[in-house]
């Protein structure tokens, strides 16, 4: 078939990146897998339970992990690529200056970046201690760490505030992050499992439940959960001496202002484009959305291609997306690359 | 307001599409285009100031705007006090002051108008 085995570099070791990668590798292509961390697993290894199922992100991880030990496949951690080039025939990847590789072709799966939450001063994120966010909510649970405020109570209510830094022009993120909603409810059960006596509110403009069973967790979630729904967008949060919060909202289907105290506040931070596709679009690699994620070549027929012939792209670094819709995109990219070489011949 | 009642029908429980006045809608769309955009989120209303002291709602002064319930928003829009808070919330960047400002003007004008024909 091949005289000498083609070359692909994948740009990001999270989930995307090392289903390409081993899909491709399956496929007999060497690979170069390229991580800025010092582990793959991307955003995974910070959560703690997946939608819909409960189930623990290090499944998923491990098994990546294990089919990333193929002998086509090179992982290089610690390693962010900040600059790729065209060079004749090759594509140059650069880190700084202490790395240069070149490659066939590039997939590029460099995944989302968190809504920095202190940018909507009026949540008090950073500024009062009882204001966390989903990212953080994660962390904690995961770790195992009990759910207590700053001073080390047990909540006795908590408030979930949807669409943080997302549909909000303010924010300057007019789109949805998509899997937010569905996040939101799997933290509302979780914490209830953890604090029974806890009320738990989630405050929200839409509830955008895409997926198939989304719907069911919403059900479980009022039914066994007792989690109730406001519609309404937080207007702002205040501290009070004893470090609880007042939050401030329209409870719009009744038509009143409406004001809570709570004891903890889960900011549901939104997924924004990766820092580093700024990087990867500066001397016109690849085209960025409206949006700011990486541009699709066709928005139907070519999902997985960029504006650049050659540069590749797969999971959050195109849109949000779920852990499934990830794995899908990436053995989708997959597919793409193989047909490109195979056409090349 | 009975200088206002050729403005509206006979008020009803049921919302009339056919019989919406959207001449006030119009010209305050003609100005205020960011106005269309509006998803009653109610983060005005939360935090507007005379919200919070009367029973003002922002968020139905669009709604009643976009229903074409003239009369009703002549009096709400009186209690408005143009701080400016409600436009400094809204995720959709809407000049909610200015629609508010453009319906106190419109209604002067149809007022006006009224008397002169
Ligand atoms: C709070 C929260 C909870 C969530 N919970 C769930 C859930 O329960 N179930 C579910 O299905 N989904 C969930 N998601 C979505 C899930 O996190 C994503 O689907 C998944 O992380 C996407 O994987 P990815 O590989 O595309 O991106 P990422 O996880 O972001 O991985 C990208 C990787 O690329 C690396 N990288 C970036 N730039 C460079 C560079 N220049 N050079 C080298 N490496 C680079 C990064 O370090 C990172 O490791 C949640 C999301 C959030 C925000
Ligand atoms: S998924 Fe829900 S919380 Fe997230 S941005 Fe969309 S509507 Fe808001
Ligand atoms: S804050 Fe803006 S989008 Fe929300 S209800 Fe008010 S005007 Fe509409
Ligand atoms: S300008 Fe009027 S509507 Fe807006 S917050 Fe102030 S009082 Fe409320």
């Known amino acids: 078939m091949m005289n000498k085995p083609r070359h692909i570099a994948v740009i990001g070791g999270g989930i995307a990146g090392m289903e390409t990668a081993s899909r491709l590798a399956q496929a007999g292509y060497k690979i170069t897998l390229i991580e800025k961390e010092r582990i793959t697993g991307g955003h995974l290894t910070q959560w703690s339970h997946l939608f819909p199922d409960s189930s623990d992100p290090a499944i998923v991880v491990s098994r990546l992990s294990s089919a990333l030990s193929h002998q086509n496949i090179k992982v290089i951690t610690s390693t962010e690529i900040t600059d790729i080039s065209k060079n004749g025939q090759y594509f140059n990847l650069k880190s700084g200056s202490e790395m240069s590789l070149n490659a066939d072709a590039i997939v590029v799966t460099s995944g989302f970046h968190l809504f920095d939450a ?56 007019t789109y949805c992050s998509k899997v937010c909603c569905i996040t939101g409810i799997k933290q509302a059960i979780e914490l209830n499992k953890r604090l029974p006596e806890c009320e738990i509110f989630c405050f929200y403009m839409d509830l955008r439940l895409y997926g198939s069973s989304f719907d069911g967790l919403y059900l479980t979630a009022q039914q066994k959960h007792k989690v109730q729904f406001i519609r309404g967008r937080l207007s702002e949060a205040a501290e009070k001496p004893d470090k609880s919060l007042q939050i401030k ?52 027929a070519a999902r997985n291609l960029t504006t650049q012939t050659g540069i590749f792209m797969a999971g959050t670094c195109i849109c949000p997306m779920s852990v499934s819709e990830t794995l899908e995109n990436a053995r989708s990219a997959a597919l793409e690359v193989i047909n490109y070489f195979e056409r090349k011949m | 307001m009975k200088d206002l009642d050729f403005l509206t029908s006979t008020p009803s429980r049921q919302i009339d599409y056919e019989k919406f006045d959207t001449r006030l809608l119009d010209s ?30 922002v968020r139905k002064i669009g709604l009643m705007l976009r229903r074409g319930e003239i009369d009703q928003l002549s009096v709400e829009i009186e209690k408005c006090m143009f701080c400016g808070k409600c436009t400094l919330v809204c995720p959709r960047d809407i000049n909610i002051r200015n629609v508010v400002l453009l319906i106190k003007k419109g209604i002067a004008l149809l007022k006006t108008e009224n008397i002169l024909s």
């Open chain 2, 28 to 57: 305050v769309l003609e100005n205020e285009t960011s106005f269309l955009t509006c998803m009653s989120c109610g983060g005005c209303t939360a935090t507007c100031s005379a919200g919070n002291l009367t029973n003002f709602n």
């Open chain 1, 249 to 300: 909202a329209e409870d719009t289907l009744s038509g009143r202002p409406l004001r809570m105290d709570v004891d903890m506040i889960i900011l549901l931070v939104g997924m924004e484009p990766g820092i580093s596709h700024n990087n990867f679009s500066r001397n016109g690699s690849v085209q960025l959305d409206e949006n700011g994620f990486l541009k699709c070549k066709d928005v139907h």
């Open chain 1, 118 to 173: 202190s940018r909507k001063e009026e949540y008090g994120y950073g500024l009062f201690d009882n204001v966390l966010t989903s990212a953080d909510l994660e962390l904690m649970m995961k770790n195992e760490k009990p759910i207590r405020t700053a001073s080390g109570k047990k909540p006795r209510r908590i408030a979930i505030i949807h669409c943080v830094g997302s549909r909000d022009a303010k924010a300057g993120n």
